[in-house]
C-alpha cells in the first residue's frame, strides 16, 4: 500500500504567476481533498475531488482550481499568486468521502510567493 | 460552516506528566472528530479519532472524550514522552459534507525532559 504523494516538495514563484501541484492519492482511496496551512495555523480546506469532480469547495476564490484523473490523482491549480498564497499544501486523500472516513496527509508543497 | 476552536495554544510539561487539550465545535450536524500530529516540516498523522455515538476512545497513553451536548472533545496524553513533542490539531467533520474537515488552530505541545 503506497501512501499519499506529492510534487513537488518546495516552490517559489513570483506574484502574478501560475503554479500547479501535483498529489497521487493513497492506493485504494477515491476522494482527494486540497488544504492551505498557513503558517501556525490549522489546514483549511479548499476543495475536495471525488469521482473528477469537484465535490465541495471552501472559501478561496475562483483562481484556485483543480482536476482529479481517472487514476484518483489530482491536481491544484492557482493563477494569479498574491503573496498571501505563500503556505503549505496538503493533499489528502480518502477511501469515499460519503462515509466520513479518516484523512491521510502527503507531506504537503512548500509554496513561497515573492 | 463549522467553527473549531482549540486551546492552549502552547503547553509546556514535565516528562512522565500528563498532557489535556480541549477543543469546541458550533456545528451539531458534525459527527467525526480525529486528532492529528505535526513534527516540524512533516504531514499531520492520525493519531485518534472519535465519532459521535462514543463518549470515550483509548489507544495506550492517548484517550479522546466527547461531549456532545456542550459541544466540546479533548485530547488526553498520559505519561508523555520528549517524542510527544509536536504541534496537535483537532478537526471536525459531518456526514452531510463529507470529507469537508474543518481544523483548530493547534497546540505546540513541549515535553520538557
Known amino acids: 500500500e503506497t501512501g499519499v504523494t506529492q510534487s513537488p516538495t518546495h516552490l517559489i514563484k513570483t506574484r502574478g504567476q501560475q503554479v500547479t501541484l501535483r498529489c497521487s492519492s493513497q492506493?485504494?482511496?477515491?476522494?482527494v481533498s486540497w488544504y492551505q496551512q498557513a503558517l501556525g495555523q490549522g489546514p483549511q480546506f479548499i476543495f475536495q475531488?471525488?469521482?473528477?469532480?469537484?465535490?465541495g469547495r471552501g472559501n478561496f476564490p475562483p483562481r484556485f482550481s483543480g482536476l482529479q484523473f481517472p487514476n484518483y490523482s489530482s491536481e491544484l491549480n492557482v493563477n494569479a499568486l498574491e503573496l498571501d498564497d505563500s503556505a503549505l499544501y496538503l493533499c489528502?486523500?480518502?477511501?469515499?468521502?460519503?462515509?466520513?472516513?479518516?484523512?491521510?496527509f502527503g507531506s504537503g508543497t512548500q509554496l513561497s510567493v515573492l | 460552516g463549522e467553527n473549531v476552536e482549540q486551546h492552549p495554544s502552547t503547553l509546556s510539561v514535565q516528562e512522565g506528566d500528563s498532557a489535556v487539550i480541549k477543543c469546541t465545535y458550533s456545528?451539531?450536524?458534525?459527527?467525526?472528530f480525529p486528532w492529528y500530529k505535526q513534527e516540524l516540516g512533516k504531514r499531520p498523522q492520525l493519531i485518534i479519532d472519535?465519532?459521535?455515538?462514543?463518549g470515550e476512545k483509548k489507544d495506550q497513553r492517548i484517550a479522546v472524550t466527547l461531549n456532545k451536548t456542550a459541544k466540546h472533545f479533548s485530547l488526553h496524553i498520559t505519561e508523555t514522552q520528549p517524542e510527544d513533542s509536536a504541534v496537535y490539531f483537532c478537526?471536525?467533520?459531518?456526514?452531510?459534507?463529507?470529507?469537508?474537515?474543518?481544523f483548530g488552530t493547534g497546540t505546540s505541545l513541549t515535553v520538557i525532559p
Open positions: 489528502a486523500s480518502s477511501f469515499d468521502f460519503a462515509t466520513n472516513e479518516k484523512l491521510f
Open positions: 492506493s485504494g482511496h477515491n476522494t
Open positions: 475531488y471525488y469521482r473528477e469532480e469537484e465535490n
Open positions: 456545528d451539531s450536524a458534525s459527527n467525526y
Open positions: 472519535i465519532r459521535s455515538n462514543v
Open positions: 478537526a471536525a467533520s459531518s456526514s452531510f459534507t463529507g470529507n469537508q474537515f474543518y
